[in-house]
């Protein structure tokens, strides 16, 4: 691995902490299925973004889904499409959410159509500040 591509040592605290705070209040959401075992198989997170008030999206409150992942073992029977629909129900039921937002691998781009998210006239576009 070229040092430009390591991770920033610490990460892992950083996002424990967070997960520890954020999933304790009203902005985020992480639902996961678990195995026969009581192990984690499959999970989806949401998180709340505010932005500017604007004609598409009259709150400014826009969602994110990310993290959604299944385990090998435990793919093709539906539990990442579960989890995607839990956080989907927090964001409709609980929040005041008008958008949401993904970043979909081919691999999981069916199962968000289906959900019936569409894709984008603008791709995404990121600048990384340097810290």
């Known amino acids: 691995m070229c040092p430009a591509s390591r991770p920033a040592?610490?990460?892992?605290?950083?996002?424990?902490?967070?997960l520890r705070r954020e999933l304790d209040g009203p902005n985020a959401c992480a639902?996961?299925?678990q195995g026969i075992d009581g192990r984690?198989?499959?999970?989806a997170?949401?998180?709340?973004?505010?932005?500017?008030?604007?004609?598409?999206n009259p709150s400014g409150v826009s969602a994110l889904v990310n993290n959604v992942a299944t385990q090998p073992e435990a793919r093709?029977?539906?539990?990442?499409?579960?989890?995607v629909v839990g956080v989907l129900d927090w964001l409709r039921d609980d929040t005041s959410a008008g958008?949401?937002?993904?970043?979909?691998?081919?691999?999981?781009?069916?199962?968000?159509?289906?959900?019936?998210?569409?894709?984008?006239?603008?791709?995404a576009m990121r600048l990384r500040l340097p810290r």
């Not at 610490?10 to 996002?15: K, L």
């Not at 949401?46 to 598409?56: I, V």
């Not at 093709?76 to 989890?83: I, N, P, S, T, Y």
């Not at 199962?111 to 569409?118: A, I, M, N």
């Open 99 to 123: 958008v949401v937002e993904l970043f979909a691998t081919g691999e999981g781009a069916g199962l968000y159509e289906d959900l019936g998210f569409t894709r984008t006239a603008w791709p």
């Open 45 to 56: 997170m949401g998180t709340l973004r505010f932005e500017t008030p604007s004609p598409t």
């Open 9 to 18: 040592h610490g990460w892992r605290d950083a996002a424990a902490e967070w």
């Open 40 to 43: 984690v198989v499959a999970a």
């Open 76 to 83: 093709r029977r539906g539990l990442a499409r579960e989890c």
């Open 31 to 33: 639902v996961v299925a």
